[in-house]
């Protein structure tokens, strides 16, 4: 197959005067090399595409791909990890991973929480904070937790995103509106252990690929897996493989995981953030159907590499699933 690249390079924007933080999400040159020589050793020929912008440029120039393995994480909106995609499905080009619909709902995380938990999966109680006027609504036990409702790579997330007081609240939405723009969710804290679980698959061939729990050391960032403890993960964070069969509540995490994965339509591979209560019930807190994939910063392929797999394999896998879509 001709399989295209569509990406946003964290180097362009940084070139461009966009600082660290609002970069974070996007990827790193090596990131695009080890995609692409994947790809490469898998018998297929690749075409580097780039971002939207570029992306746009090559369909007016009639240029067209068998498949897009799209990672572009957009730069503007709440629902700019969809542009892409739907910019393809306006030209019948199928991609990798979520479709449009998928893709807005999983990054507004009150949309996400709204949908799973009518499906039945637990999340912990939350409020959406359009405006301070907002906090006058809220009826939710402390201590909370609050973030900024569509970003990821823990953009927004500090210490202080652990709330003992209404005025620790005020506060802290008071600060996320201004510096980002968007509502604020704000949701009860849960103070257990914290899981990502890594999915393949879409529908009912999607299967749990294998469950890390992230431990915070001790010079970590207490309280949560904030953008410091993600960004300097290596020094800051340990990630444990944990099985099901011998932890209950290892194994009632991927089962939330996979139904909720299937729930919001995810597709080809991703991930599924939860954390437990402090009575060990875990409950769902975020989708990543658009998950990083670098080979060893990442989540998923990190995941994949404690369980065997390797990162071409991990690839291969992700096509075969879109392949077989369509």
């Known amino acids: 197959m001709k399989i ?25 040159a090596d990131t695009i090399d080890s995609l692409e020589n994947a790809i490469l050793s898998l018998g297929h020929q690749t075409d580097r595409i780039g971002h939207i912008r570029q992306l746009v440029g090559r369909l007016a120039a009639g240029d067209r791909w068998d498949l897009v393995f799209n990672i572009c994480e957009g730069m503007y909106g709440i629902a700019r990890e969809a542009q892409v995609p739907a910019l393809l499905e306006a030209y019948a080009i199928p991609c990798t991973f979520g479709d449009p619909i998928a893709m807005s709902i999983c990054l507004h995380k009150g949309l996400t929480k709204t949908l799973v938990e009518k499906c039945g999966t637990p999340t912990p109680q939350f409020a959406v904070v359009e405006s301070l006027a907002d906090l006058t609504n809220i009826d939710l036990p402390f201590p909370l937790f609050a973030k900024p409702i569509a970003e990821g790579t823990g953009k927004g997330v500090t210490p202080a995103s652990c709330i003992s007081s209404v005025e620790e609240l005020r506060q802290v939405c008071e600060s996320l509106l201004k510096k980002f723009r968007q509502p604020v969710l704000v949701e009860t804290y849960l103070s257990g252990r914290e899981f990502t679980v890594g999915i393949l698959g879409t529908d009912s061939d999607a299967r749990v690929l294998g469950t890390l729990e992230i431990v915070l050391l001790s010079n970590a960032e207490p309280g949560a897996y904030s953008y410091v403890n993600k960004e300097r993960c290596e020094e800051l964070v340990r990630y444990d493989l944990v099985r099901p069969d011998n932890d209950p509540e290892v194994a009632e995490a991927e ?3 996979l ?9 080809d591979a991703g991930r599924i953030d939860l954390r437990s209560d402090g009575n060990g019930r875990p ?11 670098h080979p060893e ?10 369980v065997g797999m390797s990162y071409q394999e991990l690839i291969r896998q992700i096509i075969e699933s879109a392949s077989r879509r369509v």
Do not use: C, Q
Request: net charge negative; glycine share 6%; charged share 30%.
């Open 4 to 28: 295209g690249l569509t990406y946003d390079l964290r180097d362009v924007y940084l070139a461009e005067g966009y600082d660290e933080e609002t970069t974070a999400e996007f990827d790193r």
């Open 255 to 257: 089962r939330l995981a």
């Open 259 to 267: 139904d909720a994965w299937r729930e919001l339509n995810g597709r």
């Open 283 to 293: 409950n769902f807190i975020e989708a990543n159907p658009l998950a990083g994939l």
């Open 297 to 306: 910063h990442s989540d998923l392929p990190m995941i994949a590499t404690k």
